[in-house]
């Protein structure tokens, strides 16, 4: 008798252990990002296990492309990732295909959630029906230096009272002929100029000019003020010969302050690791004034559940924790983006980094940021755009017929994308 009630009791206890085994609720979160990344939200989900007992969070990291082409796939054969990455960008697309959750009854059932999140990371994902995703982190556009080429060549540091013709007259001086061969050792700056987000869209924007109205279905780029931003960059980069070509920075790699041969350039917070593990001695500095003031672009990831997802609740408490503070704090560890969470961004989680550049200014960058357009048909578009104007930089096609073909072609991508 007693061996049968310790066996009916073991018994009792394996189907007790199964039954709250097949209670766990199993979610998937895709991301595009490095391998590091995906470490550091390993350790975002186990803390969240830890307070969510019933809900196991799958990590799944690829590169940038791999991600897209992957997510794709998968929700295209059904089987989408509860929780995914999206670039702000390219979220309308998504969005009208209804293939992600609106997270609005959500929202309206627990509001305060959105209390501190900065407002301007919002606006990309507002639509008529409501939020169908929050903003995971956010990038501004600054100016970074490399400070040892500026003292070697006795040029002052770049301040906050920069006008563009500032910048142009240091990115001369800084481009150095060092051995008189004819060829150029170093160059004043580099940026990256397929997309408008690095430069030409601050610089565009800056003097007077507008990108696009997806509205109207309109590309804006051949205005006279949109015009004068691009001579801008025109003549520093082929009349100057401050700015390395795509084929001359080919020989160094694709970044000219990572490979050491360009003084300046322009980038986000993504570079800020990459830069301060290089060993760089760099600083930042707001982004130049031009005629019309000083503007700069913010950009944003964010968080998306699929519409398909058979655990919409498990995905969103996984969302909500990841866009809390306890989440923002354990994903400022990452370096790479500025939290959304007011309280997040200004405390040491953020402001105090391995890098001892100064991380405010990716923030105080908000009060003169264009957030950076976001449309149904933005990546045709933008590869529309990015190619015509390419023609320019790397075959020195004249600039007007190349901004004639960058309308042209960017108002067919907007038509069919309407």
């Known amino acids: 008798m007693r061996l049968l009630t310790t066996t009916g009791l073991a018994l009792m206890l394996s189907a007790a252990i199964a039954t709250n085994a097949s209670a766990q609720t199993d979610i998937t979160f895709s991301l595009w990002g490095s391998p590091q990344e995906g470490e550091v939200w390993q350790q975002i989900a186990q803390a969240f296990e830890a307070e969510h ?19 794709r796939v998968q929700i295209s054969g059904g089987t989408p990732p509860d929780v995914f990455a999206m670039d702000a960008p390219l979220y ?4 009208s295909r209804n293939v992600l959750l609106n997270l609005q009854p959500y929202l309206d059932a627990e509001p305060e959630i959105l209390d501190g999140i900065y407002p301007i990371t919002l606006e990309a994902y ?3 029906e409501g ?29 906050e009272d920069w006008t563009w013709e500032d910048f142009r007259e240091a990115a001369a001086e800084l481009t150095i002929d ?4 004819g060829t150029i050792d170093q160059w004043g700056a580099w940026a990256e100029v397929y997309d408008m987000e690095p430069f030409w869209g601050p610089v565009v924007w800056s003097h007077g000019g507008e990108i696009v109205d997806p509205e109207a279905g309109e590309t804006l780029l051949d205005t006279p003020e949109a015009m004068a931003g691009f001579e801008f960059i025109r003549s520093v980069w082929l009349d100057d010969q401050s700015m390395p ?6 020989q160094y790699g694709w970044d000219g302050l990572l490979s050491g041969v360009a003084a300046m350039g322009f980038s986000g917070h993504w ?5 301060h593990g290089a ?23 964010g968080f998306v559940i699929s519409a398909n997802t058979p655990n919409p609740d498990a995905a969103w408490e996984f969302v909500k924790y990841a866009t809390s503070e306890a989440g923002q704090a354990e994903l400022a560890q990452i370096g790479l983006a500025i939290p959304i969470r007011e309280s997040v961004a200004n405390s040491d989680a953020y402001l105090v980094q391995d890098s001892p550049i100064d991380h405010s200014l990716f923030i105080d960058a908000l009060d003169y940021a264009h957030v950076k357009p976001s449309f149904r048909g933005y990546e045709e578009w933008s590869g529309a755009v990015g190619d015509a104007l390419s023609l320019v930089w790397a075959e020195g096609y004249p600039l007007e017929d190349a901004l004639a073909e960058a309308v042209d072609y960017g108002n067919q991508a907007l038509a069919r994308n309407r």
């Open 271 to 275: 570079s800020v690791p990459e830069y």
């Open 126 to 128: 507002q639509t008529e």
């Open 279 to 301: 060993g760089l001695n760099l600083g930042v500095a707001p982004v130049p004034s031009g005629p019309t003031g000083r503007q700069t672009i913010v950009n944003s990831a």
């Open 92 to 95: 309308p697309d998504w969005q």
């Open 131 to 159: 939020l169908f995703g929050l903003p995971r982190d956010f990038q501004t556009i600054v100016l970074f230096y490399n400070k040892g080429m500026f003292d070697a060549a006795g040029v002052e540091y770049p301040t």
């Open 53 to 71: 007992s019933d809900i196991n969070v799958n990590i799944e990291v690829a590169d940038w492309d791999g991600y897209w082409e992957k997510l």
């Open 245 to 250: 070509t795509s084929e001359q920075l080919s």
């Open 178 to 181: 060092e051995n008189g061969d």
